[in-house]
């Protein structure tokens, strides 16, 4: 079986988020499995010079954008044997940063579009096309207009996955005919509520439409989570699924992680840990205990992830509690600003530093006792995985992939703390029942054992992505 995996993102090349560490591992995975898996994403400018020195120039073809063509090189790389074709057109793809730009629609029509074109070109057949979120979308649409029914193309399957349905690819009407290019006869294909929705246009022409956990995959037909998607997922939902996504764990790994101040496994971790906290401690400039629970935070600062819950109780957590908060991310000013204030005004028990530090990261991820979690929506979560790898327990609220990947400890079998309802004084309940337990030492050892030998590795999740797949070329 040949599957081209479609994003605009994929470790090591260029990550903004999770779909970066998806890409970047998951075709790894399926290879391991036999499955021949090659990746397409765009060439940014702002790719390491070490990676890009180490591509090979394939070709360059032109590729249509509505009523024009455009320059399209091809580059090929190789990552843990996985072939990557990156699409190179510098007009699109030298910029700054990967989105926020006047022309994303234009942008990501061109690379979808390209994903497809390339295919005669290098000789790469495949029998699944898998795009992920809105900016490879128009593949699978483009694929049911324009290319099913050409010999060369014919009987390929299209899946297409959504990470987060917030971001939809919405636009004005007249981008059908000065970007998309389709017929008018094809118009309501991309067309919802009477806006250009990519993402509705590829709900409606993949073969199958994924999200990253089980519980997303309910969620999303319900009005509170689907921005407005729910109508079009309901109708369409015989071909929803939810596969949960699964770590990297040779990368998120605390027997060798160079980053953190020892390397322990499961037999040291207590060792490991204390002297990892030590560590943590001096980086963030707070006090060097042994005998107090650190909280750790590792989050973009937006709403979605729960930081209004985080608002309305850290000072009364502060205020009567001995703990300390160790947080990194970085996003909305009002979020960094009461940080930085409760920082001033609790400067021994909270510290944060604003950006993505990903090695700081991954000192939270060991240092830490705790590792809090919040969201108020969650498509799957990755770090609640990484934090459990390094034996750092995570309080979460019930929601997409946090369901369905911890489950509270109260019943002596779970891996973590969870409440349901966006609640703050809920979070801080569950946040109050984890510190009872890190007081209760044996308990809390056994909790930490527990939680450090769930495995979230690839392994499953691949398997029913290959299953998946197979019901699909069958259909
Ligand atoms: C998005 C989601 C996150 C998920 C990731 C990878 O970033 O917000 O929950 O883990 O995609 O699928």
Same mark, same amino acid.
């Given at each position: 079986?040949?599957?081209?995996?479609v !994003?605009?993102?994929?470790?090591?090349?260029m990550? =903004?988020?999770g779909l970066?560490?998806?890409?970047?591992?998951?075709p790894q995975?399926l290879?391991?499995?036999?499955?021949?898996?090659r990746?397409?994403?765009?060439?940014?400018?702002?790719?390491k010079?070490?990676?890009?020195?180490?591509?090979?120039?394939v070709?360059?073809?032109?590729?249509p954008v509505?009523?024009?063509?455009q320059?399209?090189?091809?580059?090929?790389?190789?990552?843990?044997?996985?072939?990557?074709?990156?699409?190179d057109?510098?007009?699109?793809?030298?910029?700054? @940063?990967i989105?926020?730009?006047?022309?994303?629609?234009?942008?990501?029509?061109?690379?979808?579009?390209?994903? &497809?074109?390339?295919?005669?070109?290098?000789?790469? +057949?495949?029998d699944?096309i898998?795009?992920n $979120?809105?900016?490879?979308?128009?593949?699978?649409?483009?694929?049911s207009?324009?290319?099913?029914?050409?010999?060369?193309?014919?009987?390929?399957? @299209?899946?297409?996955?959504?990470?987060?349905?917030?971001?939809? /690819?919405?636009?004005?009407?007249?981008?059908?005919? $000065?970007?998309?290019g &389709?017929?008018?006869?094809?118009?309501?294909?991309?067309?919802y509520d /009477?806006?250009?929705?990519?993402m509705? /246009?590829?709900?409606?022409? #993949?073969?199958k439409?994924?999200t990253?956990?089980?519980?997303?995959?309910?969620?999303?037909?319900?009005?509170?989570? =689907?921005?407005?998607?729910?109508?079009?997922?309901?109708?369409?939902?015989?071909?929803l699924?939810?596969?949960?996504n699964?770590?990297?764990? %040779?990368?998120?790994n605390?027997?060798?992680?160079?980053?953190?101040?020892?390397?322990?496994?499961?037999?040291?971790?207590?060792?490991?840990?204390?002297?990892? +906290?030590?560590?943590?401690?001096?980086?963030m400039?707070?006090?060097?205990r042994?005998?107090?629970?650190i909280?750790?935070?590792?989050?973009?600062?937006?709403?979605?992830?729960?930081?209004?819950l %985080?608002k309305?109780?850290?000072?009364?957590?502060?205020?009567?509690?001995?703990?300390?908060?160790?947080?990194?991310? #970085?996003?909305?000013w009002q979020?960094e600003?009461?940080?930085?204030?409760?920082?001033?005004?609790?400067?021994?028990?909270?510290?944060?530093?604003? /950006?993505?530090?990903? *090695?700081?990261a991954?000192? %939270?991820?060991?240092?830490?006792?705790?590792? &809090?979690?919040p969201s108020? *929506?969650?498509?799957?979560? &990755? =770090?609640?995985?990484v934090?459990l790898?390094?034996?750092?327990?995570?309080?979460v609220?019930e929601?997409?992939?946090?369901? $369905?990947?911890?489950?509270?400890?109260g019943?002596?079998?779970?891996n973590g703390?969870?409440?349901? !309802?966006?609640?703050?004084?809920?979070?801080?309940?569950?946040?109050?029942?984890?510190?009872?337990?890190?007081?209760?030492?044996?308990?809390?050892? @056994?909790?930490?054992i527990?939680?450090?030998?769930?495995?979230?590795?690839?392994?499953? #999740?691949?398997?029913?992505?290959?299953?998946?797949? +197979?019901?699909?070329?069958?259909?």
């Amino acid at each position: 079986m040949k599957v081209l995996y479609v !994003t605009s993102e994929a470790l090591p090349f260029m990550a =903004s988020g999770g779909l970066g560490d998806v890409a970047g591992s998951l075709p790894q995975a399926l290879r391991k499995r036999l499955i021949g898996c090659r990746v397409v994403m765009p060439m940014y400018d702002t790719i390491k010079e070490e990676l890009k020195s180490k591509m090979t120039f394939v070709t360059n073809i032109s590729v249509p954008v509505a009523w024009r063509r455009q320059y399209c090189g091809i580059f090929q790389a190789k990552h843990e044997g996985v072939i990557y074709y990156l699409i190179d057109n510098q007009y699109y793809f030298k910029r700054d @940063t990967i989105y926020g730009h006047y022309d994303d629609a234009e942008r990501f029509t061109f690379f979808a579009r390209a994903a &497809l074109e390339i295919l005669p070109v290098v000789d790469f +057949k495949p029998d699944i096309i898998h795009c992920n $979120d809105w900016q490879t979308a128009l593949t699978p649409v483009f694929y049911s207009t324009f290319y099913s029914k050409d010999p060369w193309y014919q009987g390929i399957k @299209t899946v297409f996955t959504i990470h987060n349905i917030q971001y939809q /690819g919405t636009y004005g009407m007249e981008l059908v005919n $000065d970007v998309i290019g &389709l017929n008018p006869a094809d118009t309501s294909i991309v067309e919802y509520d /009477g806006d250009v929705n990519f993402m509705k /246009g590829a709900i409606e022409c #993949s073969n199958k439409v994924t999200t990253v956990s089980p519980s997303y995959a309910n969620e999303i037909l319900d009005p509170w989570y =689907s921005h407005g998607l729910d109508t079009i997922l309901k109708e369409r939902q015989w071909k929803l699924q939810g596969i949960l996504n699964g770590i990297d764990i %040779i990368n998120y790994n605390p027997e060798t992680d160079p980053n953190i101040a020892v390397n322990y496994t499961v037999k040291d971790v207590k060792k490991g840990k204390a002297e990892c +906290k030590k560590q943590l401690q001096e980086n963030m400039g707070l006090p060097q205990r042994e005998d107090v629970p650190i909280i750790g935070l590792v989050s973009r600062l937006v709403s979605h992830k729960g930081l209004d819950l %985080i608002k309305g109780i850290l000072d009364e957590l502060l205020a009567t509690t001995d703990v300390q908060v160790a947080i990194v991310g #970085s996003g909305d000013w009002q979020y960094e600003n009461f940080f930085k204030e409760m920082a001033d005004k609790y400067p021994d028990k909270l510290a944060i530093r604003i /950006g993505f530090v990903p *090695s700081l990261a991954r000192k %939270i991820y060991a240092g830490a006792d705790l590792f &809090l979690m919040p969201s108020k *929506s969650e498509p799957c979560g &990755l =770090s609640q995985m990484v934090a459990l790898r390094y034996g750092t327990v995570p309080i979460v609220r019930e929601t997409g992939g946090l369901r $369905d990947s911890i489950t509270d400890s109260g019943d002596g079998e779970g891996n973590g703390f969870t409440f349901k !309802t966006y609640n703050a004084h809920d979070m801080l309940g569950a946040i109050r029942r984890s510190l009872d337990a890190y007081w209760n030492r044996d308990y809390w050892d @056994t909790l930490v054992i527990r939680a450090m030998e769930c495995d979230f590795s690839w392994g499953k #999740s691949a398997n029913e992505y290959i299953k998946m797949y +197979k019901q699909v070329i069958k259909e």
